[in-house]
């Protein structure tokens, strides 16, 4: 069964800190990615990775920045978190090449920012 | 701007029925499509899936349609249940490799 964790929950923060959000999965899978999900947008896709050590942008990379130093590990960092980044935020991980585009979701972190 | 479009926020749907729940996508370049599944406090879990060779794949009790000259998708549960609850989220693969663009989510409600 492959395994998307991410390192918390529910994380509250106050404007200016810096956030990191933490994703690990167990299949070997090349991509990772970064989503915000909030209430009538869907999920919108803010970086993705396609093996260690690089990144693309998405749609909404504004604020944000990603680190993939392992295959199995993909953070998000907020430098310095601000009220309109209070959302969901969920992982995902696929493998590379065209053999399945299925993505396996962590189960999110809802971040609210004060 | 939004490339895909999942119009209806939310549907209800007597247990036995067919749900019937419609995506729709403005780029024709769009050539894979999934369909995921969200309970609350949980992460999507992918459904069923779709290349842009095919009209129509099947699984189960989940059957997706593929209408490409209306740029439309559809996915058809039969019959429904109550399990069948959640958001429903249809996604579909750019031409820039591995991005996907969500539409914005379908909530299912199959009353018993």
């Known amino acids: 069964d492959v395994k998307v964790t991410q390192s918390s929950r529910y994380l509250v923060k106050r404007t200016g800190e810096k956030v990191f959000l933490e994703c690990v999965q167990d299949?070997?899978?090349?991509?990772m990615f970064w989503y915000r999900q909030d209430p009538g947008l869907g999920l919108r896709l803010i970086y993705f990775?396609?093996?260690?050590?690089?990144?693309e942008k998405g749609d909404i990379p504004e604020g944000y920045s990603v680190s993939r130093e392992k295959k199995e590990r993909f953070s998000l960092i907020l430098e310095s978190a601000s009220t309109n980044q209070t959302s969901m935020y969920l992982c995902?991980?696929?493998?590379?090449?065209?053999?399945?585009?299925?993505?396996?979701f962590g189960p999110g972190t809802r971040l609210t920012v004060t | 701007d939004q490339q895909v479009k999942q119009n209806s926020p939310s549907l209800s749907v007597q247990e036995g029925r067919i749900s019937i729940l419609n995506c729709d996508y403005t780029?024709?370049?769009?050539?894979?499509f999934l369909w995921y599944k969200k309970y609350p406090a949980e992460g999507p879990t992918f459904l069923i899936s779709?290349?842009?060779?095919?009209d129509k794949n099947e699984d189960g009790r989940f059957t997706v349609f593929l209408n490409k000259s209306a740029k439309h998708l559809s996915l058809h549960i039969v019959p429904s249940q109550p399990g069948d609850s959640a958001v429903y989220f249809c996604?579909?693969?750019?031409?820039?490799?591995?991005?996907?663009?969500f539409g914005t989510g379908t909530s299912l409600t199959v009353i018993p």
């Open positions: 779709i290349s842009s060779i095919k």
């Open positions: 780029n024709s370049m769009f050539d894979y």
């Open positions: 995902a991980s696929s493998l590379g090449g065209t053999i399945s585009y299925e993505q396996y």
């Open positions: 990775s396609y093996d260690v050590k690089m990144k």
């Open positions: 996604a579909a693969r750019g031409n820039q490799g591995n991005q996907f663009y």
């Open positions: 299949m070997d899978h090349e991509n």
